[in-house]
């Protein structure tokens, strides 16, 4: 994800980055592109910051620590997933690395045109179809040599996620209907557990990493998430994108029984209980995308 430029610092160890940094980069590593125009892009993301370099090229630099191995699990694996998937991928073009008081590598990736899917989506219902397209799609890619899932990796066990959930919504208090989300959580958690096999899931597909050109999804974006696991962890955008009949259409087509449907809600609520209260004082973008989701969860929980 990409930041909101001037946005408070999220992260007590994160690293601020600038344009003139950037060029000094690219004078340094790829001198071919350093003449381009330099523009920071504006976005409530949380641990990359991306500079549009001209009109075709983008350069994204890690702003955290833990962000450092996504540009270089992207460039082992997107361009071999990319070829079974109906949307757009991200393209790596070049890998930089640590110079000028920058302490992490960094990349050059091939500009995505489009906006984010907050309220830019024609038609939902479609979207509905595109995006379980993509998801069924992802989930058939053979897994064979993906690296094994780390400890808290998306696509595991809800279980891993308790306490996390339960620490967050007491940190909340009275700023979101702490009953009602636990007795939510509570109900996803005690689900039938996935006793499938593994299949490859994004983890993250919420609206800032979906892109949108003409009023329909074109790319999906931002696979740092990117993991072997349970496949309903990409049930999330039926509450944080779609709403009633396109919910049920994403529903239909990927075909999700009642267990599966609980789990993937408690991935999206464990996600925006867990942004809500790391974030309330710094990204009010994340803060209101994080609330659309649980009142989501929430209503669909308890109608």
Same mark, same amino acid.
């Given at each position: 994800m990409?930041r ?5 610092k999220?992260h007590?160890?994160e690293? *601020? ?16 592109w350093?003449?381009?125009?330099i523009?920071?892009v504006?976005?409530?993301g949380?641990?990359h ?8 090229l ?11 191995g996504?540009? $270089?699990?992207e ?5 071999k ?12 073009l070049?890998?930089g690395? %640590? ?6 590598d960094w990349?050059?990736? *091939?500009?995505?045109? &489009? *906006? ?9 219902d479609?979207?509905a179809a ?8 992802l989930?058939?890619?053979d ?6 899932? %780390? ?14 959930v339960?620490r ?14 636990l007795?939510?959580w ?6 039938? $557990?996935?006793? &499938? ?10 609206? &800032?990493n ?14 740092g ?5 349970? %496949? *309903? @962890? ?8 779609f709403? $009633? ?13 009642? $267990?599966?449907?609980?789990r993937?809600?408690g991935w999206?609520? @464990? ?33």
């Open positions: 990409m909101v430029m001037g946005a408070t999220m007590a160890d690293i *601020e980055t600038d344009a003139a940094l950037v060029r000094r980069l690219l004078a340094g590593q790829f001198h071919h350093a003449s381009l125009p523009d920071l504006m976005s409530y949380t641990d910051d991306i500079y549009r370099l001209g009109d075709h983008a350069a994204r630099l890690p702003r955290i620590g833990w962000a450092t996504q540009a $270089a699990k460039a082992q694996w997107l361009p997933l990319a070829p079974h998937l109906p949307l757009a991928l991200p393209v790596q070049a890998m690395h %640590p110079a000028e008081g920058y302490p992490f990349s050059v990736y *091939e500009w995505l045109p &489009g *906006e984010n899917a907050n309220g830019t989506i024609g038609d939902l479609q979207a595109d995006l379980a397209a993509f998801v069924t799609a989930r058939q890619v897994v064979t040599g993906a690296p094994p899932r %780390p400890p808290h990796g998306r696509g595991g066990p809800l279980a891993e996620g308790d306490e996390q339960r967050s919504i007491t940190q909340l208090g009275d700023r979101i209907d702490s009953d009602a989300t007795r939510s509570e109900e996803s958690l005690n689900a039938p $557990a996935w006793d &499938g096999e593994e299949v490859w899931v994004h983890g993250d597909l919420l609206p &800032g979906l892109l949108v050109v003409g009023g329909r999804l074109s790319a999906v974006i931002d696979f998430g990117l993991n072997v696991g349970d %496949p *309903e @962890c990409d049930l999330q955008p039926a509450w944080n994108v709403a $009633a009949d396109s919910r049920m259409r994403f529903r239909a087509e990927l075909k999700a029984d009642d $267990a599966s449907w609980l993937g809600r999206a609520l @464990c996600q925006a209980v867990s942004a809500l209260p790391y974030y309330w004082d710094t990204n009010p973008g994340m803060i209101r995308q994080a609330l659309h989701a649980l009142g989501q969860v929430l209503a669909d929980s308890f109608p």
